[in-house]
T-cell receptor, first 114, second 113 residues
Framework: DVKVTQSSRYLVKRTGEKVFLECVQD?????MFWYRQDPGLGLRLIYF???????EKGDIPEGYSVSREKKERFSLILESASTNQTSMYLC?????????????FGSGTQLSVL | GQQLNQSPQSMFIQEGEDVSMNCTSS?????WLWYKQDPGEGPVLLIA?????ELTSNGRLTAQFGITRKDSFLNISASIPSDVGIYFC?????????????FGKGTHLIIQP
């Protein structure tokens, strides 16, 4: 089974803080993704990575950065958290197969920025 | 970019009822995926569809890949309380490379006892 672990289920931070969201996989998958989920907006792609030290912007990268120093770990960074970044953050890994890539998600981190 | 339109946005049903929801797109997809998200959890893959016209079942769930390749349908028969959650359709970004998936906004399924 594919296992994606997000380090925190709930986080509360203050405006202006630097926030790290961590995601770890237990297999040797290359593709990892960060989405945010907001009511009425569905899942929106923030950043993804094909391999170590590689990153690509998704649809809404503003206000975020990422780090992939090791293959198994993909970190999402909020340099200076703002209240509009209060959201559910979902990490996923991509598994190639018939018909293309499928995503497998972690349990999510609910971030509240006060 | 690609957009997936899901309907209905919400469904309030009685336990035991059948459920139908759909997903449409202005562009063609070669793969359709259906995910379910339980409250407080990440989405979980339910069904994957690979060919136009394909009909695939997973227990009480049945999904179909529309023949135009621009739509897909998910049906749940004899709903039970654990079916509550958000159902998302998804497809590969721009034709099937490794750039992740694009998702619909979801259908919230609420079951009234």
């Amino acid at each position: 089974d594919v296992k994606v672990t997000q380090s925190s289920r709930y986080l509360v931070k203050r405006t202006g803080e630097k926030v790290f969201l961590e995601c770890v996989q237990d297999m040797d998958h290359e593709n990892m993704f960060w989405y945010r989920q907001d009511p009425g907006l569905g899942l929106r792609l923030i950043y993804f990575s094909y391999d170590v030290k590689m990153k690509e912007k998704g649809d809404i990268p503003e206000g975020y950065s990422v780090s992939r120093e090791k293959k198994e770990r993909f970190s999402l960074i909020l340099e200076s958290a703002s209240t509009n970044q209060t959201s559910m953050y979902l990490c996923a890994i991509g598994v190639a197969g018939q018909g293309g890539e499928k995503l497998f998600f972690g349990s999510g981190t609910q971030l509240s920025v006060l | 970019g690609q957009q997936l339109n899901q309907s209905p946005q919400s469904m309030f049903i009685q336990e035991g009822e059948d459920v139908s929801m759909n997903c449409t797109s202005s562009s063609i997809f070669n793969t359709w995926l259906w995910y379910k998200q339980d409250p407080g959890e990440g989405p979980v893959l339910l069904i994957a569809l690979y060919k136009a016209g394909e009909l695939t079942s997973n227990g009480r769930l049945t999904a179909q890949f529309g023949i135009t390749r621009k739509d897909s349908f998910l049906n749940i028969s004899a709903s039970i309380p654990s079916d509550v959650g958000i159902y998302f359709c998804a497809g590969p970004v721009d034709g099937g490379g490794a750039d992740g998936l694009t998702f619909g906004k979801g259908t919230h399924l609420i079951i009234q006892p």
